[in-house]
């Protein structure tokens, strides 16, 4: 089983759409969480990150399942600027660091 | 503005011809991280510094080294580059180990081994 795993996509949506995204992650004692996006051939920019019972940004929202070692992103009212891939992110500590483990992503493509 | 620099943005060399990709950043941030992307996969870790502290992933292969000579600059050293190698290798600034720490990522270089 792969530590992060995510739906690949891709979502096509349109303008205006609710779209949501789904992943797990198979350690349990993992403690926080990411999303980060990744636009075509660029780095990952930080979305959110995770805490507790999740968080609100904007049209953003992420929650976090601890029982079922799920993570969500929602997005509202989806922009052409939102056409991304979104990157499921666990965060562990390593060697004084962290050690960022990546699902594969989801890609979005919203279109008009 | 406070940033991670990589250069050069795209770099190609010859299999078997030694490479390196340089970082730096002026975020001050003691920890910077290597990772490997490879087409359509995730980011992958292959090493940390913690300051002077190397930390080694156990499955990077060994052909893959790394040196920090001082705080700002972080370099990525591949001695023997195969066709596999070719990737997106992006580095990453944080500060000390927290669970809650973010991580600041470059632009990457994008590698192509001919």
């Known amino acids: 089983r792969k530590e992060v795993e995510q739906d690949p996509g891709p979502f096509n949506v349109p303008e205006g759409a609710t779209v949501a995204f789904n992943c797990t992650y198979s350690n349990s004692a993992s403690q926080s969480f990411f999303w980060y996006r990744q636009d075509c051939r660029k780095e990952p920019k930080l979305l959110m990150s995770?805490?507790?019972s999740g968080n609100e940004d904007g049209r953003f929202t992420a929650q976090l399942n601890r029982a079922s070692q799920y993570i969500s992103l929602l997005i509202r009212d989806s922009k052409l600027s939102d056409s991304a891939t979104y990157l499921c992110v666990v965060n562990g500590l390593t060697g004084g660091g962290n050690k960022l483990t990546f699902g594969t992503g989801t890609q979005l493509k919203v279109e008009l | 503005d406070a940033m991670v620099i990589q250069n050069p943005r795209y770099q190609v060399t010859q299999f078997g011809k030694p490479v390196t990709l340089s970082c730096s950043q002026t975020l001050n941030h003691n920890v910077m991280y290597w990772y490997q992307q490879k087409s359509s996969q995730a980011p992958k870790l292959l090493f940390h510094y913690y300051d002077k502290d190397f930390n080694n992933e156990a499955d990077t292969p060994d052909n893959f080294q790394s040196r920090r000579p001082n705080t700002s600059f972080c370099f990525l050293d591949i001695r023997s580059p195969g066709l596999g190698d070719a990737a997106m290798y992006l580095c990453?600034?944080?500060?000390?180990?927290?669970?809650?720490?973010?991580?600041?990522f470059g632009p990457g270089t994008r590698l192509t081994v001919l």
């Open positions: 990453a600034t944080s500060r000390s180990g927290h669970i809650y720490n973010e991580q600041f």
């Open positions: 995770v805490y507790s």
